[in-house]
C-alpha cells in the first residue's frame, strides 16, 4: 500500500526566505505527483502536478521537483510572503484515473 | 473559471441521523471523487466514479456510506446512520483525463460536518 510522508509537518520562518518542504512516498510506480495548498477550513488548491516521466515543473516563486527512483519530491519556495502561509499537501498517483494518496501535509507560516 | 460546487458547506448532525453531501463537477469532467479529511491529516479517498459508474468504492464503509452519480453529472454522498467519527471534511474533486494522459484534479470547498 502506498504511504506518503512529508517533512517538516510544521514550519515557521521569516518573510523573504527561500524554504523547501519534502515529500516521500514508499511506491515509486506513480503515474503523476501533485502538489496542492490548503487554506484553513477550505478546499484544495492545484500548485503544480509533475507526470512520472517529467523531473520538475515551475510556476512563478514554486518549483517541484520529482526524482521517482528515489521516491522523493520537493517543493521550493522562493522569497517567500505572508500570503504563502497554509498547509500544502502532497499527493501521488498509481494510474491515469485513480485517485490520489495524500501526505498528512506541511503547516507552513510566513512570518511578517 | 469553472469551479467544483459543493453543498453544505457546513452540516451539524446528531449522531444515527441521515445526512447527505451535494457535489457538482466541473462541466466536462468524466471523472468525479469523493475523498474524507480528517482534521489534522490530508484526505483519503472514498469513492471514485467514470461517468455514472463507480470505479473504485474500496474504502468506502459500505455499511453506512452510499454514493450515485445517476445521470454522470453531479454526485450525492449518504451517510446513515451517522456516527462521531464521521466527523470530518468531505471534498469532492473531478478531473478530465486528457488523450495525453495527464491530468489534475480539481477540488471544490468542502462539506464540514459536525456530529454530535
Known amino acids: 500500500k502506498q504511504e506518503v510522508t512529508q517533512i517538516p509537518a510544521a514550519l515557521s520562518v521569516p518573510e523573504g526566505e527561500n524554504l523547501v518542504l519534502n515529500c516521500s512516498f514508499t511506491?515509486?510506480?506513480?503515474?503523476?505527483l501533485q502538489w496542492f495548498r490548503q487554506d484553513p477550513g477550505k478546499g484544495l488548491t492545484s500548485l503544480l502536478l509533475i507526470q512520472s516521466s517529467q523531473r520538475e515543473q515551475t510556476s512563478g516563486r514554486l518549483n517541484a521537483s520529482l526524482d521517482k527512483s528515489s521516491g522523493r519530491s520537493t517543493l521550493y519556495i522562493a522569497a517567500s510572503q505572508p500570503g504563502d502561509s497554509a498547509t500544502y499537501l502532497c499527493a501521488v498517483r498509481r494510474g491515469g484515473a485513480d485517485g490520489l494518496t495524500f501526505g498528512k501535509g506541511t503547516h507552513l507560516i510566513i512570518q511578517p | 473559471e469553472a469551479e467544483v460546487a459543493q453543498s453544505p458547506r457546513y452540516k451539524i448532525t446528531e449522531k444515527s441521523q441521515a445526512v447527505a453531501f451535494w457535489c457538482d463537477p466541473i462541466?466536462?469532467?468524466?471523472?468525479l471523487y469523493w475523498y474524507r479529511q480528517i482534521l489534522g491529516q490530508g484526505p483519503e479517498l472514498l469513492v471514485q466514479f467514470q461517468d455514472e459508474s463507480v470505479v473504485d468504492d474500496s474504502q468506502l464503509p459500505k455499511d453506512r456510506f452510499s454514493a450515485e452519480r445517476l445521470k454522470g453529472v453531479d454526485s450525492t454522498l449518504k451517510i446513515q446512520p451517522a456516527e462521531l467519527g464521521d466527523s470530518a471534511m468531505y471534498l469532492c474533486?473531478?478531473?478530465?483525463?486528457?488523450?495525453?494522459?495527464?491530468?489534475?484534479?480539481?477540488f471544490g470547498p468542502g462539506t464540514r460536518l459536525t456530529v454530535l
Open positions: 474533486a473531478s478531473s478530465y483525463l486528457s488523450t495525453s494522459g495527464g491530468d489534475t484534479q480539481y
Open positions: 511506491d515509486s510506480a506513480i503515474y503523476n
Open positions: 462541466s466536462g469532467h468524466a471523472t
